[in-house]
């Protein structure tokens, strides 16, 4: 299996001199560094071939990651908690999945992801600016744990950046069709397909961005992404901290109207 290492590239891309942090794991890259004149926090979960859990190998989102997320951004809720000015948490995202495997549920890896989820949403209610940056794969439970509860999720354009609850294979094997099958049908039904235009339909996506080289980031890219990261922050800083926004897009209509019903009977 071919290892991506899109995450430490733009992990590296946008904090360069950033601070390191002793005590994760080596599969957890998190650096103190700043976006425009704002402190941020960076985060990013790579591959680790030594990682102690074989099924977190390949840059999944394992017990170890899930609790090393929690960990690190309670640290930072912690230690901004008195301050006016909250840092900005940068999730950088390229999961292929959570980690699957019999030692991962038997220790409860629905437990460790759900802490990073319930830290990010804590972070992001308490004022944090909290903006996800897809650059590659953000698949099922490891995008819902890093990365899903953002403010505000930016992608970039490009074939190798896909969104969706379970890759093309395992999904042809869940609904019983082939790959071909299932491209066919996500062509009229927008919840199905992996490309970036119909996810930004669901309204999860805030911008898309085109960069010339995303597997080696020109100095121009860099400055790009930086320059939208800073731009997200500011819309964040403009309206709430809840995620009731992604309700307005054009293939939402269905979700706005059940949350309607239950409002009128509850």
């Not at 599969?27 to 700043?34: E, F, Y």
């Not at 859990?53 to 899930?66: C, I, N, Y």
């Not at 809840?242 to 979700?255: F, I, K, M, V, Y």
Request: aromatic share 4%; hydrophobic share 45%.
């Amino acid at each position: 299996m071919t290892l991506s290492t899109r995450g430490l590239i733009w992990f590296n891309a946008l904090s360069p001199n950033a601070k390191s942090f002793e005590g994760l794991p080596a599969s957890l890259k998190v650096g103190d560094t700043t976006l425009g004149s704002l402190p941020a926090r960076v985060i990013a979960v790579v591959p680790d071939e030594q990682n102690p859990f074989p099924r977190a190998r390949h840059g999944e989102v394992g017990l170890l990651e899930g609790w090393g997320l929690g960990q690190i951004i309670d640290e930072a809720i912690e230690a901004d908690r008195d301050h006016d000015t909250k840092r900005a948490l940068v999730a950088i995202i390229d999961v292929p999945s959570q980690a699957y495997g019999r030692r991962e549920e038997a220790l409860g890896i629905h437990q460790a992801l759900a802490g990073a989820v319930d830290a990010y949403a804590r972070a992001r209610l308490a004022g944090h600016p909290v903006v996800g940056l897809i650059v590659g794969k953000a698949m099922s439970g490891a995008f819902l744990a890093h990365g899903y509860q953002a403010n505000r999720l930016v992608a970039l354009r490009d074939p190798g950046v896909e969104v969706h609850a379970m890759g093309k294979a395992s999904a042809a094997r869940i609904t019983l069709r082939s790959v071909d099958e299932l491209e066919a049908l996500a062509a009229n039904i927008p919840p199905m397909a992996y490309d970036l235009d119909n996810y930004a339909s669901l309204g999860l996506l805030w911008e898309t961005l085109s960069v010339e080289r995303i597997e080696r980031p020109t100095e121009g890219d860099i400055n790009r992404v930086s320059e939208c990261l800073q731009q997200a922050v500011a819309d964040i800083a403009a309206g709430s901290h809840d995620l009731r926004g992604r309700l307005d897009a054009p293939n939402r209509s269905a979700s706005r109207r059940v949350r309607e019903k239950l409002l009128e009977q509850w």
